[in-house]
């Protein structure tokens, strides 16, 4: 074999060396590559995201004179409750219209007429004379919502050149609505709506609240379960449980456990919870029950690499100075795992809000207007009211779609930062 000169053995170094650096550099720019179109993928579903949702967040409103005729709402003068809950509040809004727009005068016009205006007006009639009837006889001007309609033509700037067909309005509505803009009887206000009601057919009446509000009822039944069962599962797994091939198996079950799909959790709810226990299906309990099942195994898990995380020099020194086992466990390893243990809670918590499957098996997908006052009233969740609204038709329900995510990303948000605070706070390195 020949000797290379020392020439040609730096040449071939350097070769070397340049293909090397080459590769490194390419494998670098693969990476940024990836982070970059995993950036904008990301912003491209923020932006669609915010792009159509930020519009639920206002809402049309038409001002009208309403007067409250008692020979509509209660031509007795009883002023009985059921009586003043049982009038003809639309037809006090169909009246006022027709001052407004005396032209229409056949049936046709004034059905397109009265459609500018929400159905939920009435309701908003009924619960001003209910809760004074005092009104009867007055004439109040009032804001009530507009048809979703009517919401999506002056949020669109149909006005300005979009045609009528294309809006699903007739040309004499579109007129009127121009009209109303033009004497300030047609204003964009902040739609209170969608964080104080339930759901409803209408979107310009549905809301969030009660949806939140079963998320909220479900998230407590699973912090009160999962949380607790979790850290004393892995506190007697890591600390007191002997090792044997019994151990040793329900430790691969509990990480198989964590990778099972959320809705075999949801069968489970069902074929336990609903059928064998007789819980009431689309309740909140049951909902926290579910994901309880569901985010133990996570819990179990965050606790035990918390608790592994603490030194054996603290086990052995509380040991040494004559605290026993029960002592060292509470009084010094617990107390420098658990914010590792929250933080593992919490990403858990965070994981349940944003399930829907497991809820869709044990009923939770029903249709339910009134706001839970309970965990074993008939509730929603925010991931469900999301699945719901976007199957709906309607197209101002694309609005409330968006909106509604971009609540739900913000309370994840929250709860991540809350994790990540914690463990920043209170994490001691060793």
Do not use: C
């Not at 932006?47 to 005729?69: C, H, K, M, P, W």
């Not at 104080?196 to 998320?215: C, F, M, Q, V, Y």
């Not at 069902?270 to 309740?283: C, E, M, Q, T």
């Not at 029960?326 to 399930?355: D, K, S």
């Amino acid at each position: 074999m020949a000797t290379l000169t020392p020439a040609e053995t730096r040449r071939r170094v350097d070769a070397s060396l340049r293909r090397r650096y080459r590769t490194e550099k390419l494998f670098r720019l693969y990476g940024l590559v990836s982070v970059l179109v995993g950036v904008s993928f990301l912003l491209i579903l923020f932006t669609t995201i915010i792009g159509n949702g930020y519009g639920a967040f206002r809402q049309s409103f038409v001002r009208l004179e309403i007067q409250f005729d008692p020979a509509v709402i209660d031509p007795d003068g009883t002023r009985n409750a059921d009586i003043l809950a049982a009038a003809d509040y639309a037809q006090l809004i169909k009246t006022s219209l027709r001052q407004l727009f005396p032209e229409a005068e056949d049936r046709a016009s004034r059905r397109e007429l009265n459609a500018l205006v929400s159905s939920g007006g009435a309701y908003v009639l009924q619960k001003m004379v209910l809760s004074d009837p005092g009104l009867l006889g007055q004439t109040r001007d009032l804001w009530l919502p507009a048809d979703d309609e009517v919401d999506l033509l002056v949020k669109s700037d149909a006005l300005a050149g979009t045609t009528a067909g294309e809006q699903r309005l007739s040309e004499q509505q579109v007129a009127w609505i121009g009209k109303l803009q033009e004497a300030g009887r047609l204003e964009q206000r902040f739609n209170t709506t969608f964080f104080t009601s339930g759901d409803s057919r209408e979107p310009e009446l549905a809301g969030i609240w009660g949806a939140t509000k079963g998320s909220f009822y479900m998230l407590l039944v699973t912090l009160f379960l999962a949380f607790p069962l979790g850290v004393a599962a892995a506190i007697y797994l890591e600390e007191f449980a002997p090792r044997s091939w019994l151990v040793d198996v329900i430790e691969v079950n509990i990480n198989n456990l964590a990778a099972v799909p959320s809705i075999v959790f949801g069968l489970l709810g069902l074929a336990v919870f609903i059928n064998f226990f007789g819980l009431p299906r689309s309740a909140p309990l049951v909902g926290g029950l579910v994901l309880t099942l569901m985010t133990l195994p996570v819990v179990i898990i965050a606790s035990r690499a918390s608790i592994k995380s603490v030194p054996p020099s603290v086990r052995e020194a509380a040991l040494g100075v004559g605290a026993s086992k029960m002592q060292m466990v509470f009084h010094h390893v617990l107390p420098l795992a658990l914010p590792g243990m929250l933080t593992g809670a919490i990403i858990g918590m965070a994981r349940a809000l944003g399930e829907s499957a497991p809820l869709l098996m044990i009923g939770m997908v029903a249709f339910i207007v009134e706001v839970p006052s309970g965990p074993l009233s008939p509730a929603t969740a925010l991931p469900v009211q999301i699945y719901l609204w976007a199957d709906s038709p309607e197209r101002a329900f694309v609005e409330r779609t968006s909106a509604a995510i971009m609540v739900l990303l913000a309370f994840l948000l929250v709860m991540n930062a809350a994790a990540v605070w914690l463990r920043n706070r209170f994490e001691r390195r060793w």
